[in-house]
C-alpha cells in the first residue's frame, strides 16, 4: 500500500473584530448583510461546471467554509465559459465594492483585462488555480502543475509496465491550448514519456489538445484518434474528464481495462473508473488546501496586510515572477483511493453506490 495522504490544511486568518459574515453568491446560501465599505468582502469567479465536477462540488464548498469561518462577506459567481460573463461577473463585484478578486481565467486574455480594471481601482488580486499569462494578480495560489503531469507520465508508465505492454503506442489527450495549467501538464509528463519515445519503448501516437476541456470534444476527439490509429496501446488524458471520454470510446471497442488511461482531479468518476479497471490512474490536488490558503491571503489583503507565500512562479509573458503557494500534489491508484474517502474529499456514499459497492469493498472502502 502506498502511504496515506499528509494533509494539513493551510490555516486561515480570523477576521476576530467582524460580525457580518455572509455569502452573496449566486445560488444565494448564507446571504447577509453587505455591511460597510470598510469590511473585507472577497470576490471569486469560477470558470464552468462541465470541464470539471471540482469547481462546484470542491472549490465552491471549501471557499465558502473558509470566508464564513474568517467571518468575512464574500461573492462566488461561476462564469459558465463565458467569456462575457466573467467580464460581466467582474465589473458587477467591482462595483459592488469587493476588496479583493479572486479569479480562475477561462483564458489569458480575458483574465488580464479583468484584473487590470479591478488593478485600477484599489482591489487586490489573486489568480487561483490558473496563471494568467501576463497578468497583473498579486499573488498566485495552485499546485506544483509541472509535477501533477509527472505523476500523470509516471502514472501511465507503471501501468504499462504492470500490464508487459510492448512498444505501446501512446496517445494524448492535452488540455485547453489557452489554459496555462494545459501547457504545463504536459511539460511534465512529457518529461516522462518523450524519453521512452526516443529510446524506442513507446511509440508516440496521436496527440491532440482539447479546446476549453470539452469532454464531449474530447470523445469524438480521441474516436477519430482510434479510427487512424486502432492500436492505441495507452491514453495520456489530462484530466478525469477527458480520460472518461477515451474510456466511452475504448468501451465500444471492448477494450475498457486493456488500455491503461491516465486521469487528474480525483473526480467521484474518476475514481469510479479506478475501482472499475477502466482507468490506471488520476492525480488528487487537496482542493481545501488550496482553497484555504487562497482565503487566507484574501482576508489579509482585504485587511491591508501582506500574504504568506512559499514559492514564486514566473509569468514569461508578463515576465514577473509571481509571489505563490504550490500544494502537492498526490498520485491515486486502485490500491490507494481509500485515501481520497478518508481525506473527505469524496463520500462513500457518493462513490461505493450501486455496481461501485463490490469495488470498494475490495479497496477497503466502506
Known sequence: MRKGLLLIAASVALAGSLTACGDSSDDGDGNSGSGSDAKPKIGVILPDSKSSARWETADRKYLSEAFKKAGVEFDIQNAQNDKQEFQTIADQMITSGVNVLVIVNLDSGTGKAVLDKAKAQGVATIDYDRLTLGGSAQYYVSFD???????????LSKCLSDMKAKKPIVATLNGSPTDNNATLFARGYNSVLDPQYESGAYVKGPNQ???????????????????????????????????????????????NGK?????????????????????????????KKEADATAALAVALAKGKKGTTNATVEDPEGKRKVPSVLETPV??????????VDDGYVTVEELCKGKYAAPCAQAGIK
Do not use: H
Open 145 to 155: 502543475n509541472v509535477a501533477v503531469g509527472k505523476l500523470q507520465g509516471e502514472g
Open 259 to 287: 488500455v491503461p488511461v491516465t486521469g487528474q482531479d480525483a473526480t467521484v468518476q474518476g475514481l469510479q473508473n479506478i475501482l472499475a479497471g477502466d482507468q490506471c490512474m488520476t492525480v488528487y490536488k487537496a482542493v
Open 331 to 340: 498520485a491515486i491508484y486502485k490500491d490507494n483511493v481509500k485515501d481520497v
Open 209 to 255: 489538445s482539447v479546446p476549453d476541456w470539452d469532454n464531449a470534444q474530447a470523445a469524438t476527439i480521441f474516436e477519430q484518434m482510434y479510427t487512424s490509429e486502432p492500436k492505441i496501446g495507452g491514453v495520456l488524458a489530462a484530466n478525469d474528464g477527458l480520460g472518461n471520454a477515451a474510456i466511452a470510446v475504448l468501451r465500444k471497442q471492448n477494450r
